[in-house]
T-cell receptor
Framework: GNSVTQMEGPVTLSEEAFLTINCTYT??????LFWYVQYPGEGLQLLLK?????DKGSNKGFEATYRKETTSFHLEKGSVQVSDSAVYFC??????????????FGKGTKLSVIP | ETGVTQTPRHLVMGMTNKKSLKCEQH?????MYWYKQSAKKPLELMFV???????ENNSVPSRFSPECPNSSHLFLHLHTLQPEDSALYLC???????????????FGEGSRLTVL
C-alpha cells in the first residue's frame, strides 16, 4: 500500500535559518505529491504540489522537488520567519487506481521559529 | 463566510452521550470528507461523500454515523464513544471527487472532541 514518512519533530529554528523537512514515500502507482500546512487553530491548507518526477512545487518561499529515484519530496525554505511556525504534512495521491481521491498523509512535522 | 465551517469548535462528552458535529461548505463543491487527526498519527480518512452519496467508509466503528443531507452540509453523529476517540475531527471538501487527488482539498478548522 501507499505510505508517507516524514522526519519526526518538533523542529525549532531561529528566524532566517534554512529549513529542510524530509519526506519519503512508497506508492504502487504514479503518485502526485503535496505539502500541506496547518497554522495554529486552523485547518490544513495546500502549500505546494508536484505531479510528476522532477517537477518542483513552490509557494511562499517554500520549494520541494519530486525525486522519483529517491522516492522523496523534501520541503525547503531558505530563510524562515516566525509566521512560518506551523505543522507541515507531506501527502500523496495515487492516480493509478480507483482510490485516486484518497490522500495518504504523513504524521506531520511541527516547526517553531523563534525570533 | 470562510470556505468550510465546522461547529462546534470544541466538544466534551461522556461515553453515554449523543452529539453531532456539523460541517458546512460555501464553495459549491460536490465532494465532502471527514478526517480524524490524532496526535503523532497520520490523518485518517473516515468518510467520503460525492453528490450526497457515501463513497467510502474506511472501516470506521458504527458509533460514528455520517449524514450528508445536501452537497453543502455534512454531519458526524456520535454515540457511545470511547476515550480513544478523542481527537480533532476535520471536515474537507473538493470541487469533485477527483479533486482530492490533485490536492485541491479545502479543510475546515476542525472540531476538537474530548471523550471522558
Amino acid at each position: 500500500g501507499n505510505s508517507v514518512t516524514q522526519m519526526e519533530g518538533p523542529v525549532t529554528l531561529s528566524e532566517e535559518a534554512f529549513l529542510t523537512i524530509n519526506c519519503t514515500y512508497t506508492a504502487t502507482g504514479y503518485p502526485s505529491l503535496f505539502w500541506y500546512v496547518q497554522y495554529p487553530g486552523e485547518g490544513l491548507q495546500l502549500l505546494l504540489k508536484a505531479t510528476k518526477a522532477d517537477d518542483k512545487g513552490s509557494n511562499k518561499g517554500f520549494e520541494a522537488t519530486y525525486r522519483k529515484e529517491t522516492t522523496s519530496f523534501h520541503l525547503e525554505k531558505g530563510s524562515v520567519q516566525v509566521s512560518d511556525s506551523a505543522v507541515y504534512f507531506c501527502a500523496l495521491s495515487d492516480s493509478s487506481g480507483a482510490g485516486s481521491y484518497q490522500l495518504t498523509f504523513g504524521k506531520g512535522t511541527k516547526l517553531s521559529v523563534i525570533p | 463566510e470562510t470556505g468550510v465551517t465546522q461547529t462546534p469548535r470544541h466538544l466534551v462528552m461522556g461515553m453515554t452521550n449523543k452529539k453531532s458535529l456539523k460541517c458546512e461548505q460555501h464553495l459549491g463543491h460536490n465532494a465532502m470528507y471527514w478526517y480524524k487527526q490524532s496526535a503523532k498519527k497520520p490523518l485518517e480518512l473516515m468518510f467520503v461523500y460525492s453528490l450526497e452519496e457515501r463513497v467510502e467508509n474506511n472501516s470506521v466503528p458504527s458509533r460514528f454515523s455520517p449524514e450528508c443531507p445536501n452537497s453543502s452540509h455534512l454531519f458526524l453523529h456520535l454515540h457511545t464513544l470511547q476515550p480513544e476517540d478523542s481527537a480533532l475531527y476535520l471536515c474537507a471538501s473538493s470541487h469533485h471527487l477527483g479533486g482530492a487527488g490533485t490536492g485541491e482539498l479545502f479543510f475546515g478548522e476542525g472540531s476538537r472532541l474530548t471523550v471522558l
